[in-house]
Each structure stands twice: as structure tokens, then as C-alpha cells.
């Protein structure tokens, strides 16, 4: 299984922007569909964003659609998110997720056997 490594959270104020980069290795990254989660203090770990091995298809959680926007670039073996117009509700840690298949991220976490270590974004108000 590929090895991924998150990072680029933060403490940011409402309205703000951040970068979350995740980087994977051990694997041919280019076959992986990757995604997003997140979990909250005292809540389960949602889906946030996922996109395909090739970066032709996104798909978002409702809740950050418009605002948060995955892409992929296979030669640096690297996952982003970018995240703006933050809301203090978004505040959670972070993980990447690597998965051959897209539709499994996006309805089958359970599935996922790769994950980065997390990162803390933390928006204020």
C-alpha cells in the first residue's frame, strides 16, 4: 500500500484561506484515486473530497462545494485541497486517503487502507 504524508494545516481566522498537501510513496501513485476526510472533536470521520487516478473527475461533500477544490499532480506524487472561505465549522483534522477505487472513497471509508498521519486546521471566528 502507498504511504502518504499530510500537512499544511493551520490556525486561520473565518473567511481565510489554507493548502493542505499530502504526499505519497511506495506505490505508483498515478493508479491511486485520492481523497479527503476530516474529523471533528467528538464527531466520525467525513468524506470531503475525492478525485480520480487520472484528475478528470472531483466530487465534494455538499458542505464545502464551491469553496474547497481537490487537484492531483502525478508527477510530484502529491494530493492538494485548497481550501477557502473558511468557517469556523470546518475545523477538524485532516487526512488524505488513497483508494484503487474512487467510488470506494466516496461511500466506502471503511475500505480505505491508506492514510496519511492527519493535520489540524483550526478556523477561528
Known amino acids: 500500500q502507498v504511504q502518504l504524508v499530510d500537512s499544511g494545516g493551520g490556525l486561520v481566522q473565518a473567511g481565510g484561506s489554507l493548502r493542505l498537501s499530502c504526499v505519497a510513496s511506495?506505490?505508483?501513485?498515478?493508479?491511486?484515486?485520492m481523497g479527503w476526510f476530516r474529523q471533528a472533536p467528538g464527531k466520525e470521520r467525513e468524506f470531503v473530497a475525492a478525485?480520480?487516478?487520472?484528475?478528470?473527475?472531483?466530487y465534494y461533500a455538499d458542505s464545502v462545494k464551491g469553496r474547497f477544490t481537490i487537484s492531483r499532480g502525478n508527477a510530484k506524487n502529491t494530493v492538494y485541497l485548497q481550501m477557502n472561505s473558511l468557517k469556523p465549522e470546518d475545523t477538524a483534522v485532516y487526512y488524505c486517503a488513497a483508494h484503487l477505487s474512487v467510488v470506494a472513497l466516496t461511500t466506502a471509508a471503511e475500505s480505505v487502507g491508506s492514510w496519511g498521519q492527519g493535520t489540524q486546521v483550526t478556523v477561528s471566528s
Open positions: 478525485i480520480t487516478w487520472s484528475g478528470g473527475s472531483t
Open positions: 511506495g506505490g505508483t501513485f498515478s493508479r491511486y484515486a
